[in-house]
């Protein structure tokens, strides 16, 4: 479903009303965010999948806290609709254009999580979104399955130092392999 734009554009002409004096005063202060890089120091291995709302969402989502917000939300396309309505109420500024692009990167990449997960395909940041999986966790299991190659069982992936195997006993019966 796309952006209601009409309504996001009601809600961009009220925004600053609502907005508290404490986000108004960042967003005067604030520099804004140069257009060809994101004000984002992204830590290695935390890798924001590639899309075409990627850049427009590092700008615009970082400027009051970490687009980290994001993950694990697994909200579908009418709860980011929403979502970001509620930013665009707390200050957060953008054109249309820029909304519908947030809305699209986020549908596409940070929705439900799927019926069942392949752990052999799944991404860090998959792994971080959909199941909880700490971050430090998510890139050891991804660096161990490269190293060792594909699991087969769920006891293989028990075998990735560190890992949480209260998590996985959790959510086995949503992975596959
Ligand atoms: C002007 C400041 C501002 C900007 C810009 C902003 N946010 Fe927020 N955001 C907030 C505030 C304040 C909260 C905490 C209040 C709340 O949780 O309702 C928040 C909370 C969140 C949360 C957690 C909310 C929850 O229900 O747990 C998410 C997710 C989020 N923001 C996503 C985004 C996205 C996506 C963008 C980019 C479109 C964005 N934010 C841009 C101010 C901002």
């Known amino acids: 479903m796309r952006l209601s734009l009409g309504r996001l554009a009601a809600i961009v002409s009220v925004g600053c009303v609502f907005a508290f004096s404490a986000t108004l005063l960042k967003s005067q202060t604030a520099t804004p965010p140069a257009a060809s890089a ?3 120091n992204n830590t290695p291995g935390d890798e924001w999948p590639a899309g075409d709302g990627k850049a427009t969402f590092l700008q615009i989502c970082s400027n009051c806290h970490s687009p980290e917000n994001v993950i694990g939300k697994n909200l579908s396309s009418d709860g980011w609709t929403d979502l970001l309505n ?4 707390f200050g957060a500024t953008g054109s249309d254009d820029q909304f519908s692009a947030i809305l699209d990167y986020l549908s596409t990449n940070f929705g439900p999580a799927p ?3 392949n752990i052999n395909k799944a991404t860090a940041m998959n792994l971080r979104n959909w199941i909880g999986m700490a971050q430090k966790q998510a890139e050891a299991l991804v660096a161990y399955r490269t190293a060792h190659g594909d699991f087969k069982t769920l ?10 195997t209260k998590l996985l006993d959790s959510v086995k019966d949503s992975l596959t392999f």
């Open 86 to 89: 509620r930013m665009i109420q």
């Open 38 to 40: 994101p004000a984002v």
């Open 155 to 164: 006891d293989d992936v028990k075998q990735v130092p560190g890992i949480d």
């Open 115 to 117: 019926p069942k997960i």
